[in-house]
């Protein structure tokens, strides 16, 4: 495990430096996804970064963590949606190689397990963090073994994310995710997290007990993890 600390403005820049050394050593690297704000800055860094010719996706495939059930990818708070304007569609990767848990067809999650496994497993997994500990759309109490499938989202997921509705009533209650498994089987991660709104849930997560209450409290368990926060997202460590 490894912790890195330092300003959000320079955040994004130090994981983009990460992926840029992924894919010069794997040009065909198999990456993973994650939504909200956290990520934006690092979508960004990455975009400047291929336009500039610095990197290049045309032959990395994308596997994201969660979708909304009920959204399909044109609905604007849709995942989908979110990593096609945000990223998929500002840079040259092959859209038919970028995949998003489908939000209307949830039968067969099992499925989008054996298409990462088919694909040859995720070389880097992104994720942020919710401040009861859930990553992915993984809520407490969800069990470690887990693999990709259908949740009832948490009341304060819901309050978290309705800035990005008109209001909470908008805000899907169920989503489909990434199990816990599937993104522990990630050979390295990458957690970002901002904000003084984490420091608590970060505290638990790298120095509490490993327990199904603190979902994130599993990567302590993982060989290559690495957290980058800043020092608001960092208070509470000892």
Same mark, same amino acid.
Request: proline residues 5%; contains cysteine; negative net charge.
């Given at each position: ?16 430096? +990460? ?5 010069? @050593? ?21 975009? +400047? ?67 990462? $496994? ?39 997921? +819901?309050?978290?994310?309705? +800035? ?5 009533? $908008? ?14 089987? @990630? ?5 970002? @997290? ?18 199904? $209450?603190?979902? @994130? ?22």
């Amino acid at each position: 495990m490894k912790i890195f600390i330092a300003p959000e403005a320079e955040l994004a820049s130090m994981v983009a430096d +990460r992926y840029e050394a992924l894919l010069k @050593a794997k040009p065909d690297a198999i990456l993973g996804g994650a939504t909200g704000s956290t990520p934006l800055g690092l979508y960004a860094e990455l975009v +400047r970064r291929n336009k500039a010719g610095k990197i290049s996706f045309k032959d990395v495939k994308t596997f994201n963590l969660d979708e909304y059930v009920g959204l399909d990818g044109s609905h604007d708070q849709s995942y989908r949606y979110f990593m096609n304007k945000n990223l998929f569609e500002q840079i040259d990767i092959d859209i038919a190689n970028t995949h998003v848990p489908s939000g209307i067809v949830t039968e067969n999650c099992a499925d989008y397990d054996k298409e990462i $496994e088919a694909a040859g497993g995720i070389d880097l997994q992104l994720l942020g963090i919710g401040v009861d500990g859930h990553i992915g759309f993984n809520e407490p109490g969800t069990p470690l073994d887990s693999l990709t499938h259908v949740v009832e989202l948490e009341e304060s997921t +819901r309050v978290a994310n309705s +800035r990005f509705f008109k209001s909470i009533d $908008e805000v899907p209650t169920h989503a489909v995710t990434m199990g816990i498994k599937t993104v522990m089987n @990630a050979r390295a991660i990458i957690l970002m @997290a901002i904000g003084k709104s984490k420091a608590e849930i970060i505290a638990k997560t790298l120095q509490g007990p490993i327990c199904t $209450e603190v979902p @994130a409290s599993i990567l302590q368990l993982h060989p290559f993890v690495e957290f980058y926060l800043d020092p608001e997202a960092a208070a509470l460590l000892k």
